[in-house]
C-alpha cells in the first residue's frame, strides 16, 4: 500500500487524509458541509470521498486509525457529530455507517474550560468531551482498544497532562506509534502547541489559532524511510511560526518540507503582523515567519487548502500569501496549489500525492468512464468473448 | 502532412470530441493543432504533465529521460473510432523501456498502453481511457515501474514475426543447469512459400530429445522435402543455449530490458553476451560448421537457435524466470553462413505446445494434477464429456468401448471426421484416444465390454486403485448392472451419465462412500424420485424414444434420435458434475442423483441435486443356496421403524416396493406400502390384508411407469428372532404364487433379517421391468 496524502475541498477548511504505507491512517480535521449534508448542494460529498479512501472493519463500518483535532475551530471539525462515533465504541448505532475513531489524537486544549477566550463549536465540545472520556477511561483501566485510545500532542499547562505519561507526546519529540501500535512507515515531530505564554490579550480566535497542533510527517516511500515530508499546522499564526523558527534556525531541517499545508487556508497572517485588507502591498512580511514556513525542499509543493485564490481584498485565501508562497517555491522549482481550484474552480476534487521511493509525486486525476466521451461510448461496456 | 488549413474539411465529430476529451483531461497539459495526412489521418500532439516525483519535476525530467511534459502524437484514422489511434512517442524516447511496441529504429516508439486491443478499450471505456493508460504509461516509464516485479518480467516484445517455432518451455527449461550449455534437438517444420521465394515463413516444432550429429549424419538431420509445392515439410535441428554463472559463481542475470534488435548472426552472438551464453553459442556453431562443410544441401534451410535469458523474477504468464527466445537463421552449404556474420538473423515467435497445463490454464482450472479417472462408453455422450476434460486438460486416463465408430456415427460423435481419411472403421476407444493424444494426454485405448475386460483381466482392479471414478456413458443396462455387481474394493466410485426421452432429461449418478449407495441403487432412487414429478415420469421414466435408423442399405441403428446440439447441452454440464468431484472430492455422505431437464421452451435446463443417504443391506436366506441382497434406503428403514412405533406390543408389516435385478440377484427397496386395512396384528403373528391392495399395486405401477413394483412383504417382530416356521411357510407360499422371486423382510428389535421365497423353476420366468435404456 503506497503511503498517499489526500486534501478534501472543503472551501476555507481543513481535511485531509494520510494513508501510511502500513495500511495506518491519520485524518486530520474534518469540514463537512455540502452534498454529504445536502444532496442538492453542487458542492462535492466529501464524507462519499472520504468513505472510499478508508478501511472497513470485519463488522463492515469505516474507521479512521487516528483523527487530529488541529484546535477547535468549526472550519477543522463542522461536521464531526453527525459523521463520526463519538462514545464508547460498544455505543455504536448499528447500520448508521458512522466513521469510528480507534484513536484520538488532540492538543491539551481539551482540558480547558470555556471562557471568555475559549468559546467553542458543538462538533468542538464533542471532541473535547470524547477525549476528555478516553483519557478517564485510560486513567481508570491503564489501557484501552480501539475506539477508546486517546493521544495527547503537548502539555497542558495547568498541569493536567502531566500524569498522563504513555498517552502524551511532548512538543520537539518524534513519535512512530498509531492505535497504540509502532510503525515503520512514518516518524511524527511534534512541533506545536507550546503551553500558553503570558499574553492572555489576544482576542479568543488568535488565541486559539495560536494554539494549533504543527506536525511534520516523515513519510515513507516504497518501503524506504523519509521520502517525503509534509508539514501542517492548522490555522497557526504569525506568532507560532516566529516562534518556531527562532526555536530551530539552527535545526532548520525540522521545519523542511516536501509538501506544506499553508497555514489557515493561506491566510496572509501566518506570514505578517500587518492586515492585508487594509494595508494592501504596504503590509509587511515577517521574515522570520517567512523562514518558519521557508524550508522547501526541491520541487516542493504547498497546497492552499481553500477557496479559489482571487486577486482581491479577501483573506483568506489571500492572494499576497500565495505571491509569497510561490516565492519561497521559486528556487527549489516547486509549485503552489489551491485544493478549491482544481481540477476546476466549479468541481474541485481530492487533491491526491503520492508517496514513493523516489519521494513525493502529485497524482493526476484520472478521467472516470462517466464523464468520458468518445469511441461513442458514454459509461462503460462489458468486454465479452468471441 | 500539413496542418488543417482554413476551408479544409472540419475534423469528423468524434476526433473534435476526442480532442475535446483530452483539452478537459487533468493529466493534459495542452493539446496541438490537428494535422491532416494525404490519407485522411488526423494527428495531433497531445502534451502529458506527468505527476512525476517533484524533485524530478523541478527538474523537467526523470533521471531515465522521461520529461515532465512529454509531446505524445495521436493519429486518428478516417475510420475513427471504428479503429482506435495510433500512440507515437518522441524519436528520442528510450526505447530500452519495456511495453514498446516493436520496431524499426527508424520509426518513432509507439508505447503498449494496454494490454489487450486499443480498439476494444476504446470501444468500451471511451477515449478519455486511453489517455488515461497512456498517462500512467508515461508515469511508469519515468519512475521504471513498468515492469512490475508483482505481475512478471515483461518478455521481448517481438510481434510481427513470420515465424513460429513451437517448443515445449518446461522441458527445455529442465535442461538448464548452472553451467552455461547448449543442447542440438530436433526441428520438424513446413515451409510456406515456393522453393524459388525470397520470402518463406517456417512453423516447426522442437523436439525435447538431444539430437547428435557428425559430418556423416548431418546431411540425414537437415533435409527438406523436393518439390514445387508451395507447402513442404522438413527437418533440421534447433540449437537451445542457456546462461551459467559469473566470475563469482552468481547466476548471470539478465535484468536490463533490451527491445528486439537481432537482425545478424554478428547481432544474435552479442544478445548471446548479454545473455550470458555467448560461449556456448559460438562453440556449438562452430561444430555445426564443420558438419556443414561436407554437406551438399539445394538450397537454404533453417536452423532455430533459442536463447535462454534468466530474468531478476518471474516472467509474465510463467512460472519460471527463464525466458525462451527463439531466432531462425537459414543455412546453407557449405559455409553454413552464406554472408558470415551479416547473415541474416529473424526473431521467431514461440508458441507453447499444447498441455494439460496449458489447457488447464486456459479453462480457469487450477494447476493441480487431479487423480485419473476412466471412461467406459466412448459414443455420442461419452466422446463429448472426454473431449470437454481433455480440452480442460483433464482428460480420461483410460477409455473403453467395443464399438466400431461407424460414418453415421459422425452425426453426434464428438470426434470430427479428418479431410480426406478413407473412411475405414476404427474403434471407438482407439479413435477417442487418439483424439485425446492431439491435447498431449494419454488415455489407454481398451477395445472391449467393460463386463468382458474385467472378467478376463484386461483391466485389472490394481489398475483402476487410483481413480477417482468410473464414468459409465454406456447407458447399458447390463453394463450398470455388471458395474454395480463388482465389490467396492475392486472399482472406483461410479457416476453413471446417461440421457432420456430423445434429449429432455439427463440422469447422473454418483456412488457414495465404499460405492453405497452403488450405481442400482441410485437409478432406482431416480424412478422414485421421478414418480413424484408427472412431467419427469413421463420423459424419463417413459422414455422409449428409440428408433432404427437406416444407416446403409439394408442396415440400420438402433437409437434415441435426438440433435447433436442437445447431446452437447447435456455433455457439458454433465463434465462440470465430474470435474467438479474430481476437484473437491467425491461427496461423504451417501450418494448424489441430478436430474437436468430441458425446459417448456426447448431451450432452458435446469439442474436438481439430491443427495442419497447409504442403504442397509440384508442377505436373504434362500432354501436353494441362491444368494440375494436386499438394499434398502434409509427411507423406507424410516418408514418401517415409524410403523413399529405405531403399534407397540404387536407385531406390523406392509409391502416393500422397489426394483429387482435378476442379474445381480439384488432386491432395491426404495419404497413401502401401508398394510391394507384388514391386516390382522397380534403378539405373535401378523397377517397381511388384501382389502385395496392390488389398486395400490396397479396405481404404483401406473405412476412409476412401470419400474417400480411390490417385491415382497416386512413385518416385525417383537423379540430377537430369525423367522419362524410360519414364516418359512409364508415364503413357500408366495414362491409358488408368483413368478419372480420375492423378499420376506423381518425387523426384529435390533436390524433385519429375510427370507427369498423363490424356486428355481420359478425364477425362470421372471420378467425384469426396468425402464428403457436412454442413449449413450
Redesign the interface.
Known sequence: MATKVNLFPVENGDMTLVKFESGANLLIDVRVTGAADDPDEPAPDVIRLLKERLPRDAEGRPYVTAFLLTHPHADHCLGLEKHFHLGPPGDYPKGSDKILIHETWSSPMVFRRASKHFSICADAAAFCREARRRVRFWRDNGYAGDGNRVLILGEDEGGKTDDLGAILIKVDEVFSRINGAYDSTFTIRLLAPHPKSDDENLEDMRAHNRSSTILNISMSGDGVADRARFLTGGDAEVLVWEALWQRHAHRADWLAYDLLQAPHHCSWHSLSWDSWSQMGEDAKVSADARNGLGQARAGAVIVASSRPVKDDANDPPCIRAKREYQAILRPVGGTFRCVGEEPSERSPDVMEFEVTRDGLRPLRRRMSASVITGGGAIGREPLGHG | MHALPSGAPPLSP?VA??LR?AR????VDGVGAPRLDMAGSVSVDIRF???????????GRSPNGVLAVEPVTFTFPPDY?FRSPQIELRREFDRCLAHVQPGPPSERPQPCVYDGLLG?L????????I??QT?DWL?KAA?GRLIDPAQGWEPVRRDTLSDIIVADAPALRAMVGRKPGHAWLGFDYLVCGAPSAVDVAYHGAVGTERVPFNPSTFPEKVAEEAGTDSVRRGRSLALFLWPGCDPTGQPVIADKYRPETVSTWAELVERAGEYGCRTPLVDAFAWFGRCAQAWRSAGRRPLVVILCARRPFRVIGEDSELELVPYLVRVEAPRALPNGPETEVRPAGHRHVVSPALLRRMSGEDDRVLPPWTLVGCGSLGSKIAIHAARSGRGPGRVVDPGILHLHNMARHGLVPQRWAIPLPEGKAHALAGTLSGFAQTAEAVPRSIVAALRDGTIRASDLRRDFALVNATASLPVREFLASRAAADLPRVIETTLYGAGRVGLVTVEGLDRNPNTADLVTEAYAAAVEDAALADAFLASTDLARVPIGMGCGSTTMMMSDARLSAFAAPMWEVISRFGRDGMPKDGGRVLFGTVGEDGLSLAWTSRAVAPVNIVRAEAYDGDPHEIRISARVCDLIDEEVRRWPGVETGGVLVGRYSEATSTFHAVDVLPAPEDSVRSATEFVLGTTGLRGALEALRGSSRGTLYCLGTWHSHLVESGPSPLDRATAQAMAVARLTPSALLIRTPTGFRALLCASVEAAVGASNDVTNAGEG
Open positions: 468524434a470530441r476526442a476529451t478537459a483531461h487533468d493529466g504533465r506527468l505527476g512525476l516525483p517533484i524533485a524530478w519535476s523541478s527538474a473510432p476494444d476504446l470501444a468500451a471505456r471511451g477515449f478519455g481511457e489517455l488515461n498517462l508515469e519512475t
